[in-house]
C-alpha cells in the first residue's frame, strides 16, 4: 500500500486527488511545515519537500510530475492518462511537465517573499514578472481548453486536469482572480470540484471552495 506524505493544500493535493480518482489503496500522512523541513522526513525525501510517495518496498518517490507519470504507469487500467505509448500520451506528457517545470514554479514566485531577492523593491518586482510570465502559461492552457475542452485532453478527464486545478487554487493575486481573466479555466476547475470522488478530499485540504487557499 502507497504512503502519501501530505501537506494540506500544497503540492501533495494533486496525488491524494488521484489516488482517490483512481480508487488505489493508500494511507494518507498528513505533516505539518515543520515536519517536512525536519532531518528524519529527508531521509525519505531529500528534498524536503512534499507530495512524497512511499513505495511498498520502502523506497520514496518525489516531484509530483514523477509521481503522476508513475501512477498513470502502474494503474494504466483506471484510464487517467491516454494509453501509454500513443501521440496523445506525448501531448498529454508536454502538457505535464509544462506546468510542473515552467508554471508551477514562475508562479510560486508570484506570491513574493523569495530568498533570491536582494531587497525588498527586487523582491515586489520579481513577484510582479513571475505573475506575467504565470499568464503566459495560463493563456496557452486557456487557449487549449477554449478549442479542444472540456478538458485539457478533449472530451476525456485526466490526471492533468487535476494538476491544472491543483494550479489553478494558488492562483495570482487570488484564485478569484485568476477565473475571472480565464474562463475556460474556471469551468474545468468548477468541473474538477464537482467531482464526487473529490469532494471529501478537497473538504480535508480546504479548497473545496474557490479562495480556500490563503493568499
Not at 529527508?42 to 519537500?49: I, K, S, T, V
Not at 500520451?89 to 508551477?104: A, K, R
Not at 499568464?135 to 485532453?153: H, I, Q, S, T, V
Not at 467531482?195 to 480535508?204: D, G, H, Q, T
Request: glycine share 8%.
Amino acid at each position: 500500500m502507497y504512503k502519501l506524505y501530505n501537506v494540506k493544500a500544497w503540492g501533495s493535493i494533486s496525488i491524494h486527488c488521484l489516488l482517490e480518482e483512481m480508487e488505489v489503496p493508500y494511507t494518507n500522512i498528513w505533516m505539518t511545515a515543520e515536519q517536512v523541513k525536519a532531518p528524519e522526513f529527508r531521509e525519505l525525501n531529500p528534498l524536503g519537500m512534499v507530495p512524497a510517495l512511499g513505495l511498498d518496498d520502502g523506497r520514496t518517490l518525489y516531484e509530483s510530475a514523477a509521481i503522476v507519470t508513475f501512477l498513470i504507469a502502474a494503474h494504466a487500467d483506471k484510464g487517467m492518462s491516454p494509453p501509454l505509448g500513443s501521440d496523445d500520451y506525448g501531448e498529454f506528457m508536454s502538457l505535464l511537465h509544462m506546468m510542473s517545470t515552467e508554471l508551477y514554479p514562475i508562479n510560486s514566485l508570484a506570491f513574493g517573499g523569495t530568498p533570491f531577492a536582494q531587497t525588498a523593491a527586487h523582491d515586489a518586482f520579481i513577484a510582479d514578472t513571475a505573475r506575467d510570465r504565470a499568464d503566459f502559461y495560463w493563456a496557452l492552457l486557456e487557449k487549449r481548453l477554449e478549442a479542444n475542452g472540456p478538458w485539457l485532453m478533449g472530451d476525456a478527464f485526466s490526471a492533468i486536469d487535476i494538476y491544472a486545478f491543483m494550479l489553478t487554487i494558488w492562483g495570482r493575486p487570488t484564485e478569484q482572480a485568476l477565473h475571472d481573466r480565464f474562463p475556460a479555466l474556471k469551468k474545468l476547475a468548477g468541473a474538477v470540484r464537482a467531482r464526487p470522488r473529490l469532494k471529501a478530499v478537497l473538504e480535508s485540504h480546504g479548497v473545496l471552495e474557490i479562495g480556500g487557499y490563503p493568499n
